[in-house]
Each structure stands twice: as C-alpha cells, then as structure tokens.
Nanobody
C-alpha cells in the first residue's frame, strides 16, 4: 500500500527527492515518516510529520538537509534530500502510523502500521 521510489546514485553534495505513493489509505488519517537502513545497521528514523501537518520531527543527522512534505491530492509523501553525504547511503523506507501517542513514539518502528518496500540511495564520495 506504500510504494517508495526516487532512489539512485548521486555524488556527495548532490540532491535527491524520494516519493512515497499510497494506495488504499489516505494520508490525512496517518502520521507519515521516513526511515533508513544502512548495510549492517539497524533501521533508523529520519524525518516524520503529523497527519494534520501540525508538526514535523527530524533526526539530528539530517537537520537542515532533509525535508519532509506531502501532496494530499496525489496521496504522496516526499523526502527532499540535499547536501548528501556518503553516510546517507542506505535503503530508505516510508511508513504510516495511526498511533494516538505519536508525539512520544515517532522514532519507534513498532508504531508504524504500513511500510513501503524501500528505495536504495547511494552517495559516492
């Protein structure tokens, strides 16, 4: 029900925009997030937003570089990634949550009801 796309190979300092299209659910009812998982590491939180778009969260490692946004008409969430670094290399996943306590658990993978299949981002030095 979530389809992530937009990954690829980019040089350090470059930009990419990831997309996450939803079918069978509407974003207005879900908090949305992006996570990533590098080889040999655990999945980690990147950025998220409340379902009413009233607040957004970010990981310190992407502060000032990554932006989350959505297009309700297209039922799509985006992750704009600028100033990419080799350390950003990972498979990126979008996720949707309906938890009522989202503000306390936005970075916890267990609160997410749906996950996209992941899209690979590779940043070369």
């Amino acid at each position: 029900q979530l389809q992530a796309s937009g990954g690829g190979l980019v040089q350090a300092g470059g930009s990419l925009r990831l997309s996450c299209a939803a079918t069978g659910l509407t974003f207005s009812g879900y908090h949305m997030a992006w996570f990533r998982q590098a080889p040999g590491k655990e999945r980690e939180f990147v950025r998220s937003m409340r379902r009413n778009n009233s607040f957004k969260w970010y990981a310190d490692t992407v502060k000032g570089r990554f932006t989350i946004s959505r297009d309700i008409a297209k039922n799509t969430v985006y992750l704009q990634m600028n100033s990419l670094e080799p350390e950003d290399t990972a498979v990126y996943y979008c996720a949707a949550s309906r938890t009522a306590s989202y503000g306390s658990y936005y970075a916890v993978t267990d609160v997410y009801n749906y996950w996209g299949q992941g899209t690979l981002v590779t940043v070369s030095s």
